[in-house]
């Protein structure tokens, strides 16, 4: 027996021995071009953005000649000190076998463990003293669970204590200190730091504390995911009675009590028996798609799998799309396949063709070009070379081996642009594997050559690789070498570009949130990689920014044609090259500053700029869309007939002849160098949301957070009473749109 009693030195020896050679120790913590006529107006020598075919139809290359603008180490080192205390006091050799086997399992760690958070807050440390040691190891639906799992244990909602797994060896194995009082009943919870959620599981495996237990071997304890499976005949998503829940241990299924991932705190698996839609945004772990079923997700949907994804059908998983925007899909997985819908809708605004110009992108990968060339109706297919200054044409000598076919290949490159038009709207389906992690597209910017023209030096026509929306604002790019932040997209609503610049300075109503399978520009200063991750996708659409950048005004145009719009900012930083609409009749404002043509500027004391106009014979009104405190006054000056208007209190309406000169107007700017807090103009009194001050006929909308406009009301010239029934608990924007300009207000409802 004495030689039992030699055991807790010896061991305490070789655990210093290894402490202090041991050089790899860690820490453990707590815790998103156009043709026109009107060249002479603008000089060709300036850099300028490359301009698109001036005609459908086309069977050749068009080249562009035309200007537009360590915890558990410390836990198990005290438990074996309590034990060889224990061993000593008892003398008691099962003690020390298991001084032996808890030393081992110190070595096997190797006094190295990988840095990580702890998910489930510190237990209270308030109970005399008592605390027990629970070892083993945890099986979830029959797999051991690795060190990416966090126990919690917890009496109640009370936090007992809680364990990371570790590898010990070969095995991974948990070493759990829990606090407690005699008899108190010990629940576990478990936490997956790989995908970030607390899961919803089902075992029999409890703990009742006992002070006298000091080490408690749990074994082997088994648990089983439960699941949200849906089995209605209706599709809807949304109804607690089309959902069961399931389990690998459970006989029979139990009716669901509320919505998948309805807890804050826990994402939940399910299993897709039965067609669905995704009318809402959603956010689930694991998604099951049983064979023959689909699961659709919504134009106004968004859905996020941070799991796994069991679908082999690429006809099972759907992201539709229509006039109103696209749905939105982010998933981890490699190989999913998926069908993504890209809706052509028919221009607001006419031209050769019932639809216009589009510039789409593929989400998908090995996406043949033939399955979007239409047979029955016209269309246009290109691709931009930035190198030859050239939109190569897919028609030319309907060859594959023209300069089309020689840069793209047959399939859709990831991450490149494409420029389209069909005769007829609908539906363009790309089918086949999702593209998900990095995607790297090369950027040329030519300086020489043949055929290179130097103001379209460094335009590139790139895409969105991802079945969702990415967001130009986020971490995740590596844009370095671009020379503007700026993205370019035509919008054929407005009949013109809309852009958005790093910061948050867009026109034409530019978002940073760039959709499913759409292209946009970006200007490149030197060749290199522009690289898109995982971290750029988001669920959000689109953004309301309300008028809370004093530093701002706005200049937009409307005609029967469509609408343009420059933006002025206070500030320092690069000026954005205007691109001009692809319509000739469209208006077009711009900014000359003597060096190039641009929608936005930036202006230090600068009181005058010159404010060109390019239309079709038409009437126009030019008005402020928005103007932030720093400006006292915005005279527009009209060089034609003399006019005079402060575009704070009032629009101008006036006639283009078509073919006057571009010079047409100036711009006078009063800043102010004190500007005043713009007063509230809106309240809540009984139900009601009243907007009063309204100077002259207004106009009312107001939006939600997400931006979606819930009302609207105009030829007000009155205090305004908006009930507040039907309304949810929130923020909501206020703008108000009267003869004394436009102001914006937060209001809050609860």
């Known amino acids: 027996m004495r030689k039992f009693y030699c055991v807790p030195k010896i061991l305490l020896l070789v655990l210093f021995l290894q402490f202090t050679v041991n050089q790899d120790l860690y820490a453990q913590k707590d815790s998103f071009f156009t043709y026109n006529n009107n060249e002479h107006y603008r000089d060709i020598d300036d850099v300028t953005a490359p301009g698109l075919p001036y005609s459908h139809g086309l069977n050749e290359d068009y080249q562009s000649t035309t200007p537009v603008g360590n915890g558990l180490l410390v836990l198990s080192l005290l438990g074996a000190g309590y034990l060889v205390k224990k061993s000593r006091k008892n003398r008691n050799k099962k003690n020390n076998i298991k001084i032996i086997f808890l030393g081992m399992m110190i070595l096997g760690h190797g006094f190295s463990a990988e840095t990580q958070n702890f998910y489930f807050p510190k237990p209270a440390d ?170 659709t997700i919504a134009p106004s949907a968004s859905l996020e799998i941070i799991g796994d994804i069991a679908n082999d059908d690429v006809n099972a998983l759907v992201v539709d799309s229509d006039i109103n925007g696209s749905g939105s899909l982010i998933h981890n997985d490699d190989n999913v396949v998926a069908k993504v819908n890209c809706h052509i809708d028919n221009s607001s605004v006419t031209r050769n063709w019932s639809a216009d110009w589009h510039f789409i992108s593929s989400p998908v990968a090995n996406q043949t070009i033939e399955s979007f060339i239409p047979t029955e109706e016209n269309y246009d297919f290109y691709s931009w070379s930035e190198f030859n200054s050239t939109w190569n044409n897919q028609k030319k000598d309907n060859s594959t081996t023209n300069n089309f076919y020689a840069d793209n290949g047959l399939n859709f490159n990831i991450g490149r642009g494409y420029l389209v038009a069909y005769e007829n709207e609908g539906d363009r389906k790309f089918s086949g594997t999702l593209n998900n992690g990095d995607v790297t597209f090369p950027l040329s910017c030519s300086t020489d050559g043949e055929y290179v023209v130097e103001r379209f030096t460094g335009f590139n026509l790139v895409g969105n690789p991802y079945p969702s929306y990415i967001d130009w604002e986020a971490e995740g790019w590596t844009r370095d070498n671009l020379q503007l932040q700026t993205i370019w997209i035509y919008d054929d609503d407005v009949n013109n570009y809309i852009t958005y610049t790093l910061g948050g300075v867009a026109t034409n109503g530019g978002s940073q949130y760039i959709a499913p399978c759409q292209a946009f520009f970006v200007k490149a200063a030197s060749a290199g990689n522009f690289i898109m991750t995982n971290d750029i996708r988001t669920n959000e659409k689109s953004s309301f920014r309300k008028n809370d950048n004093e530093n701002i005004f706005k200049v937009r145009v409307n005609g029967a044609s469509g609408q343009d719009e420059i933006a002025v900012v206070k500030g320092d930083n690069d000026d954005v090259i205007k691109m001009f609409s692809l319509n000739d009749d469209a208006p077009s404002l711009y900014i000359n500053k003597g060096v190039g043509d641009y929608s936005v500027v930036y202006i230090d004391e600068e009181n005058t700029l010159s404010l060109n106009f390019e239309g079709g014979f038409a009437e126009y009104t030019i008005r402020l869309s928005e103007c932030g405190d720093s400006f006292d006054a915005i005279i527009l000056e009209d060089k034609l007939t003399g006019e005079k208007v402060n575009l704070q209190t009032e629009s101008y309406t006036f006639i283009h002849s078509g073919n006057s000169n571009a010079e047409r107007f100036v711009l006078k700017i009063a800043q102010s160098s004190q500007p005043e807090a713009q007063s509230n103009f809106a309240y809540i009194n009984n139900g009601e949301i009243i907007i009063d001050d309204i100077n002259g006929n207004a106009q009312i909308n107001i939006y939600d957070v997400t931006g979606r406009r819930i009302y609207n009301n105009a030829n007000m010239d009155a205090a305004c009473h908006v009930h507040t029934y039907g309304f949810s608990s929130g923020v909501y924007i206020i703008r108000k749109i009267d003869d004394k300009g436009i102001k914006t207000q937060k209001i809050v409802i609860e």
Not at 136 to 147: N, T, V, Y
Not at 195 to 218: C, H, R
Not at 232 to 243: E, F, I, P, R
């Open 126 to 295: 308030n109970f005399d003293g008592n605390n027990m040691t629970v070892y083993g190891q945890l099986k979830i639906d029959g797999e051991f669970a690795d060190k990416n799992i966090e126990i919690g244990a917890f009496c109640n909602d009370e936090v007992r204590g809680r364990a990371l797994i570790r590898k010990n060896g070969s095995v991974y194995l948990f070493f759990l200190t829990v606090y407690g009082n005699t008899n108190d009943v010990i629940n576990l919870k478990f936490y997956d730091h790989s995908v970030g959620t607390e899961l919803n599981v089902s075992g029999d495996y409890y703990i009742t504390f006992s002070p006298e237990s000091i080490n408690l071997n749990a074994g082997v304890v088994n648990y089983h995911t439960i699941r949200y499976k849906f089995i209605g005949n209706d599709k809807d998503w949304n109804k607690v009675s089309n959902w069961q829940l399931v389990c690998d241990s459970w006989a029979e299924p139990q009716n669901a009590t509320q919505l998948p991932s309805s807890n804050p705190k826990m994402i939940d698996d399910i299993i897709v028996a039965a067609n669905l839609d995704a009318t809402s945004d959603y956010i689930v772990k694991d998604l099951e798609i049983i064979s023959e079923k689909v699961l």
